[in-house]
């Protein structure tokens, strides 16, 4: 265990001094399409390097561009690189400052400047530190914009709910004044209206004669006399 515990501090102190030999350059602007692998391959002919970080661009800035028609791969704002020993970071800021960014000519960065910045007494654990810093302003900036969002759909929510309740109180005292006015109508009742007198036709026989009765006596005896033979 103790001989464990020697080798990590050993390593830590180790660690320690090379950080202490190593420099961090700023840089204030990454011109469009320059990702950290492009970076680093740029600036890796000056001089070894260990790590490099970029700031993506602000989400509303992209939607901008997006909008606007422009390129939609992911962009960055700024960034620091972090060279192995800081003598070169400093040789590199001064030479690059200022002059263009050059490399291919097709590249879309051929003719941008450099905006470097040699960061004296500056470490990574810094760096660390101000991103935790950062992402916990911009979260907590987020959550108050939530929350003053969230409060005035509230608000309107309620403006809205006693506007239309506003409204059917109105429109009830326009009918009670209209009843008032005109006692023969009766608010919300349907208006009868006149019952149609349905009138159903039937076939008729046709009618019999008024000398019915004297006919069919007369009828009678011609038969009789038809049958028995009389005169």
């Known amino acids: 265990m103790d001989i464990t515990r020697k080798s990590k501090k050993k390593k830590l102190v180790k660690e320690g001094g090379k950080d202490e030999k190593r420099g961090v350059c700023y840089l204030g602007r990454i011109p469009p399409r320059m ?3 492009t970076l680093r391959q740029m600036l890796s002919q000056f001089g070894e390097i260990q790590r490099v970080y970029l700031t993506p661009q602000d989400p509303s800035a992209q939607v901008h561009n997006i909008r606007a028609g422009k390129f ?3 962009n960055f704002s700024e960034g620091w690189v972090e060279f192995s020993d800081k003598r070169v970071a400093k040789r590199v800021a001064n030479m690059l400052n200022g002059e263009q960014i050059g490399g291919r000519k097709r590249s879309s960065f051929y003719y ?3 905006n470097i910045k040699y960061l004296s007494k500056f470490k990574w654990d810094d760096l660390t530190e101000e ?3 950062k992402k916990a302003t911009r979260e907590q900036k987020l959550a108050l914009e939530i929350s003053a969002a969230k409060r005035e759909r509230d608000f309107y929510l309620s403006k809205v709910d006693k506007s239309r309740a506003l409204s059917c109180i109105e429109e009830r005292l326009k009918k009670k004044q209209k009843v008032e006015e005109d006692p023969g109508l009766k608010p919300d009742l349907p208006v009868s209206q006149p019952k149609r007198e349905v009138i159903r ?5 046709t009618p019999v004669a008024d000398n019915a009765a004297e006919i069919r006596p007369r009828l009678s005896k011609d038969i009789l006399a038809g049958v028995f033979g009389g005169s």
């Open 201 to 205: 036709r039937f076939r008729q026989k």
């Open 35 to 37: 990702d950290p692998s």
């Open 112 to 114: 941008d400047l450099w």
């Open 131 to 133: 991103i935790a810093y």
């Open 72 to 74: 939609q791969r992911q």
